[in-house]
Structures are given as C-alpha cells and as structure tokens.
C-alpha cells in the first residue's frame, strides 16, 4: 500500500504565519500519530512551551508557525534531558583505553552487555564497532571497545528518535508528552537502552515473553512470573502473554532439569556474581551433587554471555 505524499501549506494571516499538519509533519520528520498526539496532549505541556491551539481555515487545520517551533525546541530540549546519562567515570577516562563490553555497559549504564550486542545486531553503525578481545571475567575472551568510541557515542545521544524509549529509570517527574502506562513504569529501565529503536513497552514484553517460552515452554503462572520478575501489572502480563501466543501457537516443551538447574545457576549469577565456588554453594541450597551444579553455572555462563 502506498503512502499518501505530504501536502505541506504555510500561509501569513494578519503578519502571523500559520502551517498545516503536514507542514509540521515535514519539518520534523513525526509521524502521524506522533503529530497528532503532541496536540492531543497540548494541556499536559508547560503552558509557555505549549503546542499551539488549531485554527480552521478552508477546512483544513492549521497552527501558529511562530508557538509550534516555539514547542518543539522545548519538546527536543526535554527528550535530550530524558536520556539515560553515563557514569561520570566514563569522561574521566583515557579515550584511548580498551574496555570490555560488560565494563563499556556498566560505564553507559546500561542494564547489562547484551544492550549493546541487541545495539550492533539490529542497528548497524550506530554502537561503536569493538576494537579487538579484551579478557572477560570468567577468563573468557570477549569484545573491547575504545573508551574514546564509548565517549563519542555518549556525546552524541542527544535523545532524537525517543519515543516512549530513553527515560531515565522509575517514575519521571512530569509526562508532557503522554502518561505512561504502568507497564512502561515497570520496564522503564530497560527501556533507556533501545532509544534509537522506538521500542514500545509491549514490544519489549513481547520479547521477554517469547524468550521465555522458548527457554521454559508456555505454562499457566508464565504471566505471573513475570510481573514479578520485571513488575507491572500481572493482568497486563496476561495480555502480552496471551497476544504472544497468537503468534507462536505452538508452545516449546517443558524445560528439563538441565534447563532448571542452568536458570537458577544464572539467577544466581545476576545476584551474587561469578564468584568462586558458587557450584558447591548450590548444590548445598538446592540438592544434587557440585559437579551437576558446576555444569549448570557453565552453562548460565553462555546464557549470559553468549559471545563466541
């Protein structure tokens, strides 16, 4: 299906110049939706930086030229501010140091390495490229990138393109832009990593769901483990969960207690660290013998990490 051209009109009414919808659509490149949720949301926006009122003229909507640019500087200057900020340690940095990929993470403040890797497999170009192996902390080689690459990038996310991604985590302060759903609440966190994607909060869950069907196979309490595991409302994991499965009718088998083993083993990863001896710590909480448990935390290791 084609798309209709844009038809942009600017005209001056008593010294006042005034532009249609697909002028503004044009000028900053917003979709339609976004065009028209930036006036659907007008009273929620501070009142001096406010998107300006319609005005019909030959049947067709227009808006003072002079207050709409007069918002949108504002409404750029706020997503700029929403972006999630790097350690200060980041800058303070030799720009020509070599950092892992999970330290690069933690210095963007970032959720975790597989941001970045989510990053340069589905935008190419926008991450850094790595610059080589760096030791991992398992001993494992993995991916070094330039701190001056990281410090560019860094400089360079001005918050363009964020959509309902790029907050900081937790509650924001206002929403002159739209409330939040309490699912985007929950995954807010998460959500600061994908700014150049546009990444909704149900997609997200959408991805977190099918990542766990595919792991632990569909099961009743699916929802409710995951309100937990990332809160939000468990009636709105219902949802997801049931829109998900439209999809992918056909659910993967149960896990086996391998997989059992490796996801507690990775659980405790994310909590405790690599630390020594974490094989023999879980065979003493959970049963089973520390050579069992040792090839459960190496394989929470690959989940974890899974460069080659």
């Known amino acids: ?14 010294g006042r110049a005034l532009v249609n919808r697909d002028w503004i659509r044009e000028f900053t490149g917003a979709s339609v939706g976004t065009a028209a949720r930036w006036y659907k949301v007008r009273e929620e926006q501070p009142k001096e930086h406010r998107h300006p009122e319609k005005e019909r003229a030959d049947g067709t909507d227009f808006y003072d030229e002079q207050q709409f640019r007069t918002f949108y500087t504002w409404f750029q200057q706020d997503k700029a501010s929403k972006v999630l900020k ?32 989510k990053y340069r497999r589905d935008n190419p170009g926008y991450f850094p490229d790595s610059v080589g192996q760096v030791e991992g902390p398992t001993g494992r080689m993995i991916p070094g990138f330039r701190v001056g690459d990281l410090q560019n990038f860094d ?4 918050g363009d393109k964020l959509g ?17 759903s309490a699912l985007e609440e929950a995954l807010a966190a998460e959500l600061s990593a994908y700014t ?12 977190y769901v099918a990542e766990a069907i595919e792991r632990d196979g569909y099961h009743p309490g699916l929802a409710a483990e995951l309100s937990v595991q990332y809160g939000g409302p468990q009636s709105s ?23 059992r083993r490796a996801a507690i083993a990775l659980s405790a990863l994310r909590e405790r660290g ?7 710590s879980l065979a003493r909480e959970h049963g089973g013998s520390p050579d069992v448990w040792s090839r459960a ?3 929470a290791r690959r989940l974890a990490d899974p460069t080659p």
């Open 86 to 117: 790097a350690d200060p340690e980041l800058h303070e940095l030799n720009p020509a140091d070599v950092v892992s990929i999970n330290k690069a993470a933690a210095l963007l403040n970032f959720t975790g390495a597989s941001v970045i890797r």
């Open 196 to 207: 150049r994607e546009e990444l909704s909060a149900t997609q997200l869950a959408e991805t």
């Open 155 to 158: 400089r360079n996310r001005t």
């Open 237 to 259: 994991w219902e949802y997801v969960v049931r829109s998900t499965l439209k999809h992918r009718p056909a659910a993967a088998p149960a896990r086996s207690e391998a997989d």
């Open 164 to 180: 309902k991604a790029g907050r900081r985590p937790g509650p924001q302060d206002a929403a002159p832009v739209g409330r939040p």
């Open 274 to 280: 690599d630390v020594r001896g974490l094989a023999a």
């Open 1 to 14: 299906m084609s798309t209709k051209p844009l038809n942009p009109q600017r005209r001056v009414v008593g």
């Open 297 to 299: 935390v190496n394989a």
